[in-house]
């Protein structure tokens, strides 16, 4: 999920554990430990612009990582607070749940995250909720915001944080159930199109749960469209070729193999010019929803230059537009 959103759910796991011993200390401490999986980031000029792609969201977002960093964490900050009543245990456990609660909202998302690190490198991907969602946020930055003028001892704080982070796990659940039905009636319309297929994915577009990009992988490409849960019509879906031959010279090359994993099967090649464009199709074009042409949010160009693959990100050169999200709005409500 984005910064903010992990940000305030950091602050309210801290208020949960110690807002009652520590206040608005323990809102500052656990928003510093829902932030700290995502500083990975930082790191990204060590690595490669692929190898990045996969080291994000990797060993910093496991279990393991929450349950090392915690401690330790957990005695620094009894060290600056030596006159405070909470011992470091006390406070390892407010590091250990803003920390953990990090990847655990991620995994909800369709980035992929490595929970299971260093034990199996299988990265976990619900697809429920797109990465920005306001109404998972806004409970949480709301009483989080509200916490921060009222006393520790006001009785009206634990009830205020309990009742955002009530309110943002009901929309997580109901996410999760929405996915589930609207895989249902994807899976219900493939039947009736008769079409055969070897596995399908849906994910939500920007800031909803309504309208959700769907893929479906058949032998030699994908079909790629769009589903609301307003929709009247049939589902509607373009056919894009995979064209993976084009990869064969190049997939003995580590580069090659991190993307192709990274995108878990579903990416589609095509040449261009002399060189490559690896598309993942995960992510969708970027105005998918009016326009399937438009690039992708995730595009890798490959220069086969002297036998090596030689691969850089394609940035999207155009971003979205208010006239973009008008059409998103209506397409949501299933125009």
Not at 175 to 200: A, P, R
């Amino acid at each position: 999920m984005d910064s903010v959103t992990q940000f305030v759910l950091g602050a309210a796991v801290g208020e949960a554990v110690l807002g009652k011993r520590e206040g608005k200390k323990a809102l500052l401490w656990g928003a510093v430990g829902g932030t700290i999986p995502d500083l990975d980031v930082l790191f990204n000029f060590v690595y490669s612009e692929v190898d990045a792609l996969l080291m994000h969201r990797g060993f910093s977002h496991s279990i393991v990582f929450a349950m090392l960093a915690a401690p330790i964490l957990g005695y620094l900050i009894s060290r600056l607070y030596r006159k405070s009543e909470t011992s470091w245990i006390g406070w390892s456990w407010l590091f250990f749940w803003s920390i953990f609660t990090h990847p655990l909202l991620d995994i909800f998302t369709n980035y992929g995250t490595g929970l299971w690190l260093p034990f199996s490198d299988f990265r976990v991907a619900l697809n429920t909720i797109f990465v920005v969602d306001p109404l998972y946020t806004l409970p949480l930055l709301i009483s989080c915001l509200v916490l921060l003028f009222l006393s520790r001892k006001n009785a009206w704080r634990t009830k205020i944080n309990h009742l955002g982070l009530l309110l943002s796990s009901v929309y997580l659940i109901f996410t999760v159930v929405n996915k589930l039905q609207v895989d249902s009636n994807i899976e219900s319309q493939l039947s009736q199109q008769k079409m055969e297929y070897e596995s399908f994915m849906s994910a939500p577009t920007p800031f909803n749960n309504v309208l959700w990009s769907v893929v479906v992988k058949t032998d030699g490409g994908f079909h790629t469209g769009y589903y609301s849960v307003f929709d009247k019509q049939p589902l509607s879906l373009d056919y894009l070729p995979q064209q993976s031959d084009l990869l064969d010279d190049l997939k003995s090359q580590h580069e090659v193999n991190q993307l192709i994993k990274f995108s878990k099967g579903y990416f589609a090649v095509r040449q261009e010019s002399d060189n490559l464009v690896l598309n993942d199709l995960r992510f969708g074009p970027l105005k998918g929803w009016f326009d399937p042409s438009s690039e992708f949010v995730f595009a890798f160009g490959i220069d086969q230059k002297r036998g090596q693959a030689d691969i850089k990100r394609l940035v999207p050169t155009l971003s979205p537009t208010e006239a973009d999200f008008l059409r998103l709005v209506d397409r949501m409500w299933g125009k």
